[in-house]
């Protein structure tokens, strides 16, 4: 079978899907139906959506290629931007399957949501998901917002809850962007949720060299970086854990159409259940750090796991 590439990247196409492309548009010239009408679609092919964010393209190539070799028909509509501008096409059965993350998913769908914790998030997801969209298993992978320390930090403390930070008897200074100030994550929520002290200093670069730099030298015992980021493993930081929902759950997620059949679902889950946190990190890391594409990090990723 085939991959269709979608016009939203540079893609290879075939000779024989051009042609096949030419004659269905000829065909169509000479009925009553529009040509350029893409919402119907063909019901055997698997339409998979990616988000303009090169994770959660690697994600959405390590399904494609997947179902591909299992014998699926896919087509890729990759890069197409963030969720205001995919969630209508999921929402309409226009794309079939898309690598998503239950947290932000949760509110976009549910802004009045209280879930926090990974699968009281994942249950009201279920339930908020429109008719005809199914979350597939969710995945141990997450890409959020998380409280992060050096190693020897951690080891110095024994250090791997947020709620271990009570054992730090010396000042804390936690560093992160200005609105963290004041955001339920921020000082006030780590003292009324842990119980836990600290003074904070901004740092405006999302998590980013700035935040790294100040962690390593020392100025700052602790910081908000996404567990995503290829930085946590090349500087080896520490994510502590979220045991009381501080920070809203954020695992990745397939979100499939009734369209995508249980052989097809389960090879989804077994792709998600082969993705560890530390896999994400470092399938970012070789976005980031070797320049590779998501079509080549996918494919080495899945010949590693057995999955293709």
Same mark, same amino acid.
């Given at each position: 079978?085939?991959i269709t590439r979608s016009p939203h990247r540079l893609r290879r196409v075939t000779a024989g899907l051009a042609a096949a492309a030419i004659g269905a548009l000829t065909l169509a010239a000479c009925g009553d139906s529009?040509?350029?009408?893409?919402?119907?679609?063909?019901?055997?092919?698997?339409?998979?959506?990616?988000?303009?964010?090169?994770?959660?393209?690697?994600?959405? &190539?390590?399904?494609?290629? %997947?179902?591909?070799?299992?014998? =699926?028909?896919?087509? &890729?509509?990759?890069?197409?931007?963030?969720?205001?501008?995919?969630?209508?096409?999921?929402?309409?059965?226009?794309?079939?399957?898309?690598?998503?993350?239950?947290?932000?998913?949760?509110?976009?769908?549910?802004?009045?949501?209280?879930?926090?914790?990974?699968?009281?998030?994942?249950?009201?997801?279920?339930?908020?998901?429109?008719?005809?969209?199914?979350?597939?298993?969710?995945?141990? %992978?997450?890409?959020?917002?998380?409280?992060?320390?050096?190693?020897?930090?951690?080891?110095?403390?024994?250090?791997?809850?947020?709620?271990?930070?009570?054992?730090?008897?010396?000042?804390?200074?936690?560093?992160?962007?200005?609105?963290?100030?004041?955001?339920?994550?921020?000082?006030?929520?780590?003292?009324?949720?842990?119980?836990?002290?600290?003074? =904070?200093?901004?740092?405006?670069?999302?998590?980013?060299?700035?935040?790294?730099?100040?962690?390593?030298?020392?100025?700052?015992?602790? %910081?908000?970086?996404?567990?995503?980021?290829?930085?946590?493993?090349?500087?080896?930081?520490?994510?502590?854990?979220?045991?009381?929902?501080?920070?809203?759950?954020?695992?990745?997620?397939?979100?499939?159409?009734?369209?995508?059949?249980? &052989?097809? %679902?389960?090879?989804?889950?077994?792709?998600?259940?082969?993705?560890?946190?530390?896999?994400?990190?470092?399938?970012?890391?070789?976005?980031?750090?070797?320049?590779?594409?998501?079509?080549?990090?996918?494919?080495?990723?899945?010949?590693?796991?057995?999955?293709?």
């Amino acid at each position: 079978m085939t991959i269709t590439r979608s016009p939203h990247r540079l893609r290879r196409v075939t000779a024989g899907l051009a042609a096949a492309a030419i004659g269905a548009l000829t065909l169509a010239a000479c009925g009553d139906s529009d040509p350029l009408d893409n919402s119907g679609g063909d019901s055997d092919t698997i339409v998979i959506g990616s988000q303009e964010y090169y994770s959660n393209e690697i994600i959405a &190539e390590a399904y494609s290629q %997947a179902l591909e070799a299992a014998g =699926f028909e896919v087509e &890729e509509e990759f890069k197409i931007g963030q969720r205001e501008a995919y969630l209508p096409d999921i929402e309409s059965g226009a794309i079939d399957l898309f690598p998503e993350y239950t947290g932000p998913l949760l509110i976009a769908l549910d802004q009045d949501a209280t879930a926090k914790l990974s699968d009281d998030v994942y249950a009201a997801l279920g339930e908020a998901l429109p008719d005809g969209l199914r979350a597939l298993e969710q995945s141990e %992978a997450t890409d959020q917002d998380s409280y992060v320390v050096t190693r020897d930090y951690a080891d110095q403390w024994g250090l791997a809850t947020i709620e271990d930070l009570t054992k730090v008897t010396d000042p804390i200074v936690f560093g992160a962007n200005s609105e963290a100030e004041s955001r339920p994550n921020g000082p006030k929520g780590l003292k009324s949720t842990y119980g836990v002290e600290v003074s =904070f200093t901004p740092i405006d670069d999302g998590g980013g060299p700035l935040t790294v730099k100040a962690l390593k030298d020392g100025d700052i015992q602790m %910081a908000i970086i996404y567990t995503g980021d290829p930085s946590i493993q090349k500087n080896d930081l520490v994510p502590l854990e979220d045991t009381k929902g501080l920070f809203l759950a954020s695992h990745v997620v397939p979100i499939a159409s009734d369209d995508v059949d249980d &052989e097809a %679902a389960a090879i989804i889950d077994e792709i998600s259940a082969a993705m560890s946190p530390e896999d994400l990190v470092a399938l970012n890391a070789r976005s980031v750090d070797e320049q590779l594409s998501a079509e080549v990090i996918a494919k080495e990723w899945l010949e590693d796991e057995g999955l293709l």
